[in-house]
């Protein structure tokens, strides 16, 4: 029985273990035209073109968008028509992922998976890496 003295997010912390120190810095979302999301989020919503990028092993590129300057992050996802990760697009279910910045991502795959969560994918790109777990919903999380 919980304990009527904890709000909800005291009790999450009351009974359940913390395993990784992380930070929620973004969210990706599948789009299936790039610019005609890119021309909707900059000149309707006003937000301001942070990065473009291209990801040769998942034939796709990334956009990121920010409302404000370093504020949180919306990174919009292209794939290619070949592309393993170009799946039936079905509106309200177009979040790709939720990315975490982690301290060390060799220890937080490692407690990822001593928890039951298998690395799905790993990139190294540009000098960069990075790797998705799932969550208990299948919801990808990627943590760099």
């Known amino acids: 029985m919980e304990n009527p003295e904890h709000s909800y997010i005291d009790g999450l912390h009351y009974c359940c273990q913390i395993y990784m120190k992380s930070k929620l810095t973004y969210v990706g ?14 000149k309707v919503l006003g937000m ?14 990334t956009v990121g968008l920010e409302s404000e300057k370093d504020g949180f ?10 592309s393993p990760f170009n799946t039936k697009y079905v509106v309200g279910e177009g979040l790709d ?3 975490f910045k982690v301290e060390n ?12 969560h298998r690395t799905i994918l790993e990139i190294k790109a ?6 998705y777990v799932e969550d208990p919903d299948g919801i990808w999380i990627e943590l760099f």
């Open 29 to 42: 979302i599948r789009v299936t035209n790039l610019q005609k999301s890119i021309d909707f989020y900059t």
């Open 48 to 61: 301001s073109l942070k990065g473009r990028g291209r990801v040769d092993q998942t034939k796709g590129e």
């Open 73 to 82: 992050l919306l990174e919009l996802n292209y794939y290619e028509k070949d």
């Open 97 to 99: 992922h939720l990315a």
């Open 105 to 116: 991502l060799d220890k937080a795959l490692e407690e990822a998976k001593n928890a039951g």
């Open 126 to 131: 540009d000098g960069s890496r990075w790797a």
